[in-house]
């Protein structure tokens, strides 16, 4: 599927003072401020509870921030949940082409942009298998796809790899720095592992303890497409090691 072609400075997420306060009195998020543009990958990490995937609903209109303000500079936004949420009863390539369906596609269109979907991820074969033939890994592959049909500008990723195991986790990560490479969208991801948030951004964003708000951003120097090597590198285990600090300082 082809990039959306937009300025390299073109901003798509603007979050400014963002405060999250539930009916029960919980505090969710507290003065959160973030820009995502296109081209950039932002990986948040934090303590469990902190709000990560709060703000992925906030951002995506699925929640209500109670303060501050929330920019969505495009009405193209995929975003990849921690389950598959692949509809049983249909095939693969039903299931991708989903989306495309419900945004009034034409048939022709939306099995054409599903087939395009099925190939960056590598499942074109698999298209009229179910979704219980499939592994772990491969039904994370088709949600993405059924995303990618849309062509989204801006993609949020809630923790998609966290139930996989290490080896596939890791095939994974570089199949979406791959796709990340080649299509150009905006990206933020919810993650619990560092290796994974180092590995796939561009910047890191370390949330402290509820109610969460950002403690430290950390840009990440290296060039895409990025080898699986890279983890052994001195910079990268320095970076990862000064978010982990982050992390624990936030947690203490």
């Not at 942009?113 to 179910?130: N, Q, S, T």
């Not at 990618?148 to 596939?168: N, V």
């Not at 990862?240 to 992390?247: F, G, P, Y």
Request: glycine share 8%; net charge negative; with cysteine.
């Amino acid at each position: 599927m082809t990039a959306v072609e937009l300025p390299s400075t073109t901003t798509l997420l603007s979050i400014r003072d963002a405060e999250l306060e539930f009916p029960n009195g919980t505090r969710a998020l507290e003065s959160v401020d973030l820009d995502v543009s296109r081209g950039e990958f932002v990986s948040i990490v934090g303590p469990s509870g902190c709000g990560k995937s709060t703000l992925l609903r906030v951002v995506s209109g699925l929640t209500d921030c109670t303060a501050g303000d929330v920019a969505v500079n495009t009405e193209t936004i995929g975003y990849v949940f921690q389950e598959a949420t692949l509809l049983p009863w249909r095939s693969v390539r039903d299931n991708v082409a989903l989306l495309a369906e419900l945004d009034g596609l034409s048939k022709t269109e939306r099995y054409g942009r599903a087939d395009i979907a099925l190939d960056l991820v590598g499942l074109r074969e698999f298209g009229k298998h179910l979704p219980h033939q499939l592994s772990g890994g491969m039904r994370m592959r088709a949600s993405v796809a059924r995303s990618l049909t849309l062509a989204p500008e801006l993609f949020l990723f809630d923790e998609p790899f966290g139930a996989l195991d290490e080896i596939t986790r890791q095939r994974l990560n570089e199949e979406l720095a791959g796709l990340f490479h080649s299509q150009g969208f905006g990206a933020v991801l919810v993650t619990h592992s560092v290796t994974e948030a180092v590995f796939l951004s561009t910047r890191v964003i370390v949330m402290s303890g509820r109610p969460g708000t950002i403690v430290e951003e950390i840009e990440i120097p290296f060039a895409y497409p990025r080898e699986p090597s890279i983890q052994f590198d001195p910079e990268f285990i320095a970076i990862a090691e000064r978010v982990s600090t982050a992390l624990r300082e936030a947690h203490s």
